[in-house]
């Protein structure tokens, strides 16, 4: 059972009634009320199964009101050779005592596949088993890869539609191009005139409009949301980090039961928050690396115990960690303060920006956590050195690989390093052919034959022949018409 962060009564709800409604009425992030374990045994168990099998067991110790057959189906289907033809997440060795996981070799080519690949097919079933008659309408406002993440992900699946709105020329070439030659029979994708914050700010006032919501239920619609701070989208992330200790461990590199650490690049916690629960779960992991861009408030809170947001915002070649305010860290806050603190610092948050976490909580954090944060200088240049030694990455990755590299040079930690991939170089082309050669990259999908010429390496499929694709979706439309194109929709 879960209860909210924010819920001094604790109240109970089951699995499926979480996944449905994503975020709890008092504002709070849904929680476990007692973390399951997995003991050594088990874990050298998992190491002879497929990715699907280790979801499954994983997920049926979460979600207890579904079966591991309906699980093990899901994961199948999520997971599947078609969607993920290089195997689910691939653990590389590109260094001694350094891996990469690599979790974008999925539809969209980025590590959101990989919890946006099962959490509708469990959304869908959450409906049919809390007695929902309704098909859930998915909103999303995007700046672009969560948008054709979320696309793929519910594409095709039963009792869930989907509309995705974007700004007109507030994301990239690939990106538009990607959302644009979306199929399946339940989808639709829009662009408003305008910035992210206007798409975004359209999607809340729908979330909040009683009169549009009557009409839609009338119509046989309840509004849902795909964010990141669902359960559902949380728990699958959990299940690679055990598959990254087996595949360890089945190729003799380490030995049941030793210890290793993990490196995360960040922004809104909820990759390196799954790390942490595996570790709660009884996972070997001894430190978990928080690696950050030039948006460094979690380096700064890990170190100080002083989180505030007041600060320059700025872009950078890592733009799904260009964040400020990252929401599943209240789950963190939750598990080391309690329910009192967690409100306490939330409110802060909200009023304030800032907050202040007591001496223990600070101690708590950083015996599992270490902070660093590389800038685009330190990021290219780790991401050129890795290059030149022979493996790829993304500037993502780079940010964690260069964060890897200050923790090592600190501590001179010889447990074996797990660096999570985040997305296919190409995801990121033009900033990856610059950060190895120094030249400006073409404009858009010419940037991706340019660096499959550079460096060999094939172009991810999702993202081959992009503009030869049919273009399904070119609506652009104001702000302002954003409810009358749900309606249309519906
Ligand atoms: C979303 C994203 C991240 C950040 O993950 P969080 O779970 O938000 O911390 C990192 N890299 C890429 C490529 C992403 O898309």
């Known amino acids: 059972m879960f209860f909210s962060t924010r819920d001094s009564e604790k109240k109970l709800y089951k699995a499926s009634q979480v996944i449905k409604q994503g975020l709890a009425e008092d504002g709070g992030l849904f929680v476990p009320d007692s973390i399951p374990t997995v003991t050594l045994d088990e874990i050298a168990e998992l190491a002879n199964r497929s990715y699907p099998e280790k979801a499954a067991r994983i997920l049926s110790l979460y979600l207890s009101d579904y079966t591991y057959e309906e699980l093990l189906e899901d994961a199948m289907n999520a997971y599947c050779a078609a969607s993920f033809p290089d195997g689910a997440a691939p653990l590389k060795k590109i260094k001694d005592n350094t891996y990469s996981l690599e979790l974008w070799r999925g539809p969209t080519a980025a590590f959101k596949d990989m919890a946006l690949q099962i959490m509708p097919r469990l959304l869908s079933r959450a409906l049919t088993k809390t007695g929902e008659e309704n098909t859930a309408l998915i909103l999303v406002a995007t700046s672009g890869d ?3 993440a979320a696309l793929e992900g519910h594409k095709d699946v039963d009792k869930v539609k ?5 700004p007109v020329d507030g994301v990239s070439k690939v990106q538009k191009l990607q959302m644009a030659t979306q199929t399946g029979s339940n989808v639709n994708v829009c662009a408003i005139n305008g910035n992210f914050d206007d798409a975004q700010t359209g999607v809340k006032k729908i979330f909040s409009n009683t009169e549009a919501k009557a009409k839609l239920l009338e119509n046989g619609y309840i509004l849902s949301s795909a964010n990141s701070i669902n359960w559902g989208r949380l728990a699958p992330q959990i299940v690679y980090y055990f598959h990254a200790y087996c595949e360890l461990l089945k190729n003799g590199e380490i030995t049941l039961g030793e210890k290793i650490n993990v490196c995360v690049p960040t922004g809104n916690f909820g990759n390196i928050f799954a790390a942490y629960l ?11 690396v928080c690696a950050s861009n030039s948006n460094n408030v979690l380096t700064d809170f890990i170190e100080t115990g002083v989180y505030d947001r007041n600060r320059k915002f700025h872009l950078t070649m890592s733009p799904s960690m260009d964040i400020l305010i990252s ?3 209240e ?3 939750y598990f080391t303060a309690g329910t009192e603190a967690t409100k306490a610092y939330m409110s802060a948050l909200s009023a304030d920006g800032r907050y202040e976490v007591s001496e223990d909580v600070k101690k708590a954090i950083s015996e599992n956590f270490v902070g660093y944060c590389a800038d685009e200088d330190e990021t290219a240049t780790a991401l050129r050195n890795y ?9 993502h990755t780079s940010v964690a690989l260069s964060c890897a590299e200050k923790y090592l040079r600190d501590t001179n930690d010889t447990k074996k390093m797990v660096v999570v991939s985040t997305a296919s170089p190409y995801k990121f082309a033009a900033d990856v052919y610059k950060s190895i050669n120094g030249n400006e990259a073409a404009e858009g999908t010419g940037a991706l034959d340019q660096l499959e010429a550079l460096t060999g390496m094939e172009i991810s499929y999702p993202l081959k022949d992009l503009d030869k694709r049919t273009v399904n979706f070119n609506t652009v439309i104001d702000a302002d018409d954003m409810l009358e194109e749900v309606y249309k929709f519906m």
Request: hydrophobic share 45%; proline share 3%; charged share 20%.
């Open 331 to 333: 789950r963190l806050l």
């Open 387 to 395: 290059y030149n030694n022979g493996y790829l990455a993304d500037t």
């Open 327 to 329: 929401s599943n860290l």
């Open 146 to 148: 969560t948008g054709k």
């Open 162 to 166: 989907i509309m995705v709105f974007y």
């Open 278 to 288: 595996a570790k709660l779960m009884g996972l070997p992991i001894d430190k978990m």
